[in-house]
């Protein structure tokens, strides 16, 4: 097994390994764990019980959002500037939840779409915004060469051109 940390790693403190789908509720996560005979105490699932509520409904809004979202790329000339603009927002308030909640992964998965989305509208310090955070994760998760961490270092090194024609084409045609 390899592992790639994603933040630092204090002086003896546990490293832990992900069983299940981390998206779901502290109970449903502990009733499927059962499978490999423990009861996880990692730092989510050893939340009081009212900062587990907490949890249990980010991760529901993570769950219910990733599940419901189109990828940036269904949203090309299919989707109307102000519901783009609506979901790019939602998109921006789940990477925060994913963050709070630990979920690097999806963190980066949506980064990525929001660097796609902000390229669409030429937006560049919200695509270099995104591009740091999904590059940062990708770092730390992919290795060196890999084609995500070479797209995300070439949209760190020039936006416009990383994205090619995709850059601006969700801005009016007379702007």
């Given at each position: 097994m390899e592992i790639h940390a994603v933040r630092r790693i204090e002086p003896n403190e546990e490293?832990?390994?992900?069983?299940?789908?981390?998206?779901f509720p502290r109970d449903v996560r502990q009733r499927a764990l059962q499978?490999?005979?423990f009861t996880c105490q990692c730092a989510w699932c050893s939340l009081s019980t009212e900062?587990?509520?907490?949890?249990?409904?980010?991760?529901?809004?993570?769950?219910?959002?990733?599940d419901n979202y189109p990828p940036v790329s269904l949203w090309s000339g299919l989707t109307p500037l102000s519901a783009m603009r609506s979901s790019i927002s939602e998109g921006e308030t789940?990477?925060?939840?994913?963050?709070k909640e630990g979920l690097e992964m999806l963190t980066q998965l949506f980064a990525i779409d929001m660097v796609f989305a902000y390229s669409e509208m030429a937006d560049?310090?919200?695509c270099l915004k995104y591009a740091r955070m999904a590059f940062g994760i990708?770092?730390?998760r992919q290795p060196p060469?890999?084609?995500?961490?070479?797209?995300?270092?070439?949209?760190?090194?020039?936006p416009r051109k990383a994205a090619g024609e995709a850059w601006g084409k969700r801005l009016p045609k007379n702007v």
């Open positions: 490293i832990t390994v992900t069983y299940i789908d981390h998206r499978q490999w005979h900062e587990s509520l907490q949890s249990d409904r980010n991760r529901h809004e993570i769950l219910n959002w990733g789940i990477i925060e939840i994913c963050k560049t310090p919200n990708a770092l730390a060469g890999h084609q995500q961490l070479t797209l995300l270092q070439r949209y760190l090194e020039n």
